[in-house]
T-cell receptor
């Protein structure tokens, strides 16, 4: 059973819309949660981290965490074509080990 | 954040040969991680490398196939031994910094013919 699950997509949104990316995880003891963006042919780039329940905003990005539901999401407001990438959800469930989801491909149509 | 470099950035190798990938970090870190990412797939952790001790390998990865060195707190190497076409992948090194945040090197794209 996968420990971090994401919809593989592709998720397609028009430019200027809100893109909503979701992730669920299995380990209730998880404490640290991350979203990475990966452009084709590039390595993952950290865009958001969240550690407590609720929302965390950074520019056009908002991460949401609900530990009771074991659910993490990423909202991208005013989506731009440059946001088109694969978004990886990552959860630190064990000491020194981070588990990555398979990623959701996002396409933002101009 | 950290500045992480990897060499080579890409290589094309013949079946049966070995390739050593180098990873350099601009600050001292306790742990370094090696990942593999096959085309269209997510990241798979190969091993965790601590300075001064043997690397810890994940299920499905063995030291004979993927020997790792960690001679100091800023450098590590991963060797892909006796390569086959199934080893064609992107290999990434990574470090943990503050609050468990993880940063990745640019990756090494390996093609085995």
């Amino acid at each position: 059973q996968k420990e971090v699950e994401q919809n593989s997509g592709p998720l397609s949104v028009p430019e200027g819309a809100i893109a909503s990316l979701n992730c669920t995880y299995s380990d209730r003891g998880s404490q640290s949660f991350f979203w990475y963006r990966q452009y084709s042919g590039k390595s993952p780039e950290l865009i958001m981290s969240i550690y407590s329940n609720g929302d965390k905003e950074d520019g056009r990005f908002t991460a949401q965490l609900n530990k009771a539901s074991q659910y993490v999401s990423l909202l991208i407001r005013d989506s731009q074509p440059s946001d088109s990438a694969t978004y990886l959800c990552a959860v630190k469930a064990f000491v020194f080990k981070t588990i990555f989801g398979a990623g959701t491909r996002l396409f933002v149509k101009a | 954040s950290a500045v992480i470099s990897q060499k080579p950035s890409r290589d094309i190798c013949q079946r049966g040969t070995s390739l050593t990938i180098q990873c350099q970090v601009d600050s001292q870190v306790t742990m370094m991680f090696w990942y593999r990412q096959q085309p269209g797939q997510s990241l798979t952790l190969i091993a965790t490398a601590n300075q001064g001790s043997e690397a810890t390998y994940e299920s499905g990865f063995v030291i004979d196939k993927f020997p790792i060195s960690r001679p100091n707190l800023t450098f590590s190497t991963l060797t892909v031994s006796n390569m086959s076409p199934e080893d064609s992948s992107i290999y990434l090194c990574s470090v943990h910094l503050e609050r468990d945040t993880q940063y990745f090197g640019p990756g090494t794209r390996l093609t085995v013919l």
